[in-house]
């Protein structure tokens, strides 16, 4: 296969130096570990470690990285040029679409002398199918666990990383501002998507980890409900959440909106998750534990009288994702029990949002990265609620 025509690393997201640093900060936390090699299976790992990306995910894929020695990338043939543009790594073992992945990983661990060797898989993912892990097993013997090593580096943010936060927020932002400029009796929750990610990819946004939260009248108070071709009428609150890419790198934003007559219970619980937010963003320091900005949030709206209107995390940490989510998993929550004090560098979406359920939904939210001092809000849309007459 004449692999000519496209350079190495040309569309990668970092320069090579940045992946070299991941790479040895990850050796190190396998040392630790008393790991010799880890076999990454998750494309959200992947793509820190290699800047490998491709919506071609759903097959397999896994970089093996040993502490000593070159780090090799098994890879479905069609995603060979991909993985040329996208990456520095010069090793790529290529299968076809007949052979079966598993044995053919096994077969390269086998070749470099690695099967005896402490291996370990980051078993959280969410692709790593069962079938996967019990044939590796099979062939390999005792497989550890490798969940944690990769996704610690990834807590803290580079400013390299920090400033495709900020573009993607920048992307959200203008999805927003025509989601809510499209607000208006008649209009449906189409529209409105349509609006908001036809905006956001008209000033950069890439495909998104997840698809746009919009909904309008009572479907509002659904949570994770989306667009369904439903009409907004007169005296009706519509809800409008995103999340925009740069680089695999994920902003989110929500806001809300409301024509006509709008309850005074309504209104009330719309400050309320104005003042929570302000609250948890004001918590927000170095040295601060992840559960102590929840409290934050959640004591404003304890005091208001919303407890069972607000049963969730304040927020959770974003950065790379792939579908299914615009977050980063499991990483960080601002929620109460996490202990992890805050650093420099980490990133958060904070949505306190209130629900009459199965009437409406308002919230309001920010993407913030931690400072030296506190906090600093990537967006720039106004928090208010759009009120707008019928």
Not at 22 to 51: C, H, Q, W
Not at 109 to 138: C, H, M, N, V
Request: charged share 20%.
């Amino acid at each position: 296969m004449d692999r000519s025509g496209v350079a190495q690393g040309s569309e990668s997201a970092f320069p090579k130096a940045e992946y070299d640093g991941r790479v040895a900060r990850a050796r190190e936390g396998l040392t630790k570990a008393s790991i010799d090699v880890m076999v990454v299976t998750g494309p959200e790992n992947i793509f820190y470690l290699t800047g490998q990306q491709t919506p071609g995910y759903y097959t397999f894929q896994a970089l093996v990285l040993p502490v000593e020695g070159d780090p090799v990338f098994v890879v479905r043939e069609l995603e060979v040029f991909n993985f040329i543009a996208n990456t520095f790594i010069a090793d790529a073992k290529v299968y076809q679409d007949g052979d079966e992945p598993v044995k053919f990983l096994v077969e390269v661990i086998e070749a470099r002398g690695w099967a005896a060797k402490r291996i370990a898989i980051d078993k959280r993912g969410w692709f790593l199918p069962i079938a996967t892990y019990e044939a590796l097993q099979s062939r390999l013997g005792a497989i550890h666990d490798a969940a944690g090593i990769v996704e610690a580096l990834r807590m803290v943010k580079s400013h390299a990383e920090i400033e495709k936060l900020s573009k993607s927020a920048a992307y959200v932002d203008a999805g927003l501002r025509a989601g809510l400029a499209a607000v208006k009796v008649g209009v449906s929750e189409n529209d409105l998507v349509a609006a908001m990610m036809g905006a956001a990819i008209t000033v950069g946004s890439e495909y998104m980890g997840m698809e746009p939260l919009v909904s309008v009248g009572r479907r509002t108070g659904v949570p994770h409900g989306t667009w369904k071709r439903s009409r907004l009428g007169a005296d009706e609150p519509a809800f409008l959440e995103m999340a925009a890419s740069h680089d695999r790198y994920h902003a989110a934003l929500m806001r809300s909106a409301w024509v006509g007559a709008m309850p005074q219970a309504a209104q009330d619980m719309e400050k309320t998750c104005r003042d929570a937010l302000q609250a948890a963003l004001d918590a927000i320091r170095p040295g601060v534990a992840c559960e102590d900005v929840h409290l934050a949030c959640q004591t404003v709206i304890d005091r208001a009288g919303y407890t069972d209107n607000f049963r969730k995390r304040t927020g959770y940490s974003v950065g790379i994702s792939f579908a299914p989510d615009w977050g980063e998993g499991g990483i960080l929550s601002l929620y109460k029990g996490v202990a992890t004090a805050l650093q420099p560098g980490m990133t958060f979406h904070i949505p306190p949002a209130l629900r009459a359920y199965g009437q409406f939904t308002v919230g309001v939210s920010e993407t913030v990265v931690v400072t030296e001092t506190g906090c600093r809000v990537l967006g720039a849309v106004p928090r208010p609620i759009l009120r707008l007459a019928s």
